[in-house]
């Protein structure tokens, strides 16, 4: 079970559920804002998250590094972290494809928005949506929530929970699933490990490599044009990648493979669970329990294939 804080009496489910409610209304506000003040908006919404994070440890009078609890990482945290990303972001790229393919306008938006917060004030840009949220959402959400959950007995509840969580906190019907997906490996690399540099890391690498180097290149292009473009082009460019969802399903089929031995490597074959060593799964039942979802994508993605072409 997921470790547990030297004064966890004072930190219960009921008081998480009121903290996600009063950040839901943070990035509410957040967002509001940034129709008026645009990517400092987001920027300050960030500020705000993290002050929530550390103000609530500070009513609790619970130690930071209990509740944000920084570790040396072995090679194999980080490889088995790297494996979760690149197993699990296919994964929410393809439903949010299939959300989005519902609701295409609201897609296109999405897609908008998220570009114009990148490349709107290149420098903040970058600072609110690259560096920020590895360290202000995971405060928030892996960091004070999900320590008022850590006296659950069941890992998978507390990951569950806090992976839905950080779904609904994101505002965005088409990205829930997706961002849900993504927000359960970082609960399993925090409840798994106790290391809030793993979850960070995780974000890290998810948001510089979806958002942070369009900011990049942004740098170096002409902003004004190059908006224009993007604008243009856009609604088109989402049709398309959701018209290309089965050739997407096919050459994503080994991911869930990928995250199932990312896991094992972040959970290992003995795990120490309240003092007792316990035989985890072994890395060839995962593999053959994960080959089941694998044949799903690319039969799947086989037969929408077929289909189309008829």
């Not at 243009?232 to 994503?252: K, S």
């Not at 072994?282 to 008829?310: F, Q």
């Amino acid at each position: 079970m997921a470790k547990e804080l030297s004064n966890q009496s004072k930190w219960r489910p009921w008081k998480g559920i009121v903290l996600f409610v009063i950040a839901l209304f943070v990035v509410i506000a957040g967002s509001v804002s940034t129709l008026f003040i645009g990517t400092y908006g987001t920027f300050i919404t960030q500020l705000a998250l993290l002050g929530l994070a550390v103000g609530a440890c500070l009513i609790n009078k619970t130690p930071l590094k209990e509740v944000f609890p920084l570790k040396k990482i072995t090679l194999r945290d980080f490889f088995g972290t790297v494996l979760m990303w690149i197993g699990a972001v296919p994964l929410g790229f393809i439903s949010a494809l299939a959300v989005g393919s519902l609701m295409p306008e609201v897609f296109a938006g999405v897609a908008s928005d998220i570009n114009n917060i990148a490349t709107g004030v290149v420098i903040l840009g970058f600072i609110a949506t690259v560096i920020c949220p590895p360290i202000c959402e995971e405060a928030i959400m892996r960091g004070a929530i999900l320590s008022n959950f850590r006296g659950v007995k069941k890992d998978w509840v507390i990951i569950l929970v806090v992976a839905v969580m950080f779904g609904l906190l994101h505002l965005d019907p088409v990205r829930l699933i997706n961002t849900s997906i993504l927000g359960a490996c970082m609960a399993y690399l925090m409840v798994k490990r106790n290391n809030f540099i793993l979850p960070a890391m995780f974000h890290l690498i998810n948001n510089f490599l979806s958002i942070g180097l369009g900011s990049i290149v942004s740098m170096f292009s002409e902003p004004a044009a190059q908006q224009a473009v993007q604008s243009a082009e856009l609604t088109d460019t989402v049709n398309a990648m959701v018209n290309q969802i089965p050739t997407y399903m096919i050459a994503a089929f080994l991911c869930p493979m990928i995250l199932a031995i990312g896991a094992h490597l972040i959970k290992r074959q003995k795990e120490i669970s309240e003092g007792k060593e316990k035989e985890g799964m072994k890395l060839g039942v995962k593999i053959g329990l994960s080959a089941i979802p694998c044949i799903m994508l690319l039969g799947g993605g086989l037969l929408l294939t077929a289909c189309s072409v008829r």
